[in-house]
Structure formats: structure tokens, C-alpha cells
């Protein structure tokens, strides 16, 4: 693919070049070889872009897939999440929020992006599980915070710290995702005893943030 681009046409200027093609390069490079053995170079033939037009972006191929997570877990949370289908303002329920929770568990979870990192470059995920916040932890607790707090106004979630819940909510979340197809012995994150665990994450969350408990 990267040849036929070559030939067809000169490298493009930095800012001519979708940021979608460089990124779904890397995604097809990280499916097929993994981060490892990922270099800028692999990055910019996939793309048919320059290298210089890579580190005029990103730094290195870390920075590279990590907006490419960004990318597709943004996009798996806009899904998931019951915000989208309810007008502005207005508060989804417990269930809408706990069913959003547990759809977005469910896609990260068998994601082919989240398998490939875990089963070839695992020490990918350690800075975001341990030292730091990404865009996308931001991105998901914002999301949760203000739907939480629309829901526990409205009355359907208890009273407490909108922040504080849906930090417990997505540290919840995150162990589910994570380490679940650990537990389940289904390491591509779904099956039978996937789908049984998810039942469990959606009445362990029901009950966290039922507001007659």
C-alpha cells in the first residue's frame, strides 16, 4: 500500500497531510508488527508522508500510538456513553449511565487495539495505570462527572461528590476492562464468561449508585 502511494505522488507538507492517514497507518502497522518493532520510518512508508513530516507532529512512535488511542477510545466513549441521545441538560438515568458504563467496558475490552498492546507491548498501558492521567482518562471522567451529577440532581443516582463517584466508576471500569479476560480465561476479552462478568459490573455499579441503597 505504502508503494503504490509513493509512486503516485510526492510527499505531501506537514499540514496537507490528514492526521487520519497517518494514524490509521499506525494502527495497521501496530496490529501487524506491534510498537516494539514500530519505527517512525515504518510509520511515515505506511503513511507515504516524509519522517520529517512525523516528527514535525509527534515525537517518537509512543506519541504516535498515543493519539491513536486517544482516537479510537474518544470514539468508543461518544458511543457508549448515554449522553448522546438525550437533549441538552437533560439528566440520564442510573440505568442509561450504568448501561454506558458496561457497553464501554465491553468495546474497549475486545478492541483489537487494546488486545495488540496487551498481548505484544504491555509496559504501553503501566504510565496510565500508575503515574498518570491521559486525554482520555480526562475525557471519561469529565463525561461520567456531568452525567452523574445531572443524574443525582435529577434523583436517580445518590447524593455525593459527582467527581468522587465517577472516579470510583472508572477505576471500576478500568480493572473490568483490564484484567477481566485474565480471570475469565477468554484472552480475547469475550465469550460466555465475559458476558457473565459484565452482568456483574452492571449490578455492582447499579447498586454503588442506587440512590435507595
Not at 513530516?53 to 509527534?58: H, I, N, Q, V
Not at 500508575?130 to 451529577?149: D, F, K
Amino acid at each position: 500500500m505504502s508503494q503504490r502511494i509513493n509512486n503516485g505522488a510526492q510527499p505531501k507538507a506537514a499540514n496537507a497531510i490528514p492526521e487520519e492517514r497517518i494514524l490509521d497507518a499506525a494502527y495497521q502497522l501496530l496490529l501487524t508488527i506491534g510498537m516494539q518493532r514500530m519505527t517512525m520510518a515504518d510509520i511515515a512508508r505506511q503513511a507515504g508522508v516524509s519522517r520529517a513530516t512525523l516528527y514535525r507532529r509527534w515525537g517518537g512512535v509512543r506519541e504516535v500510538i498515543g493519539a491513536l488511542t486517544t482516537r479510537e477510545w474518544s470514539a468508543l466513549t461518544l458511543a457508549a456513553m448515554p449522553a448522546d441521545g438525550l437533549p441538552p441538560g437533560r439528566a440520564p438515568s442510573r440505568a442509561q449511565l450504568v448501561d454506558g458504563v458496561v457497553r464501554l467496558v465491553r468495546l474497549i475490552r475486545v478492541h483489537p487495539l487494546l488486545r495488540r498492546i496487551v498481548e505484544l507491548d504491555p509496559d504501553f498501558l503501566t504510565p496510565y495505570l500508575l503515574t498518570r492521567r491521559g486525554s482520555n482518562t480526562n475525557h471519561q471522567l469529565e463525561m461520567l462527572e456531568t452525567a452523574l451529577r445531572l443524574a443525582i440532581a435529577e434523583g436517580s443516582v445518590r447524593a455525593g461528590d459527582p467527581a468522587l463517584l465517577a472516579r470510583a466508576v472508572l477505576l471500576t471500569a478500568w480493572s473490568f476492562t483490564l484484567t477481566g479476560p485474565v480471570l475469565t480465561g477468554e484472552p480475547d476479552g469475550s465469550g460466555p464468561e465475559s458476558d457473565r462478568l459484565d452482568e456483574e459490573l452492571r449490578l455492582l455499579l447499579d447498586r454503588y449508585l442506587d440512590g435507595a441503597a
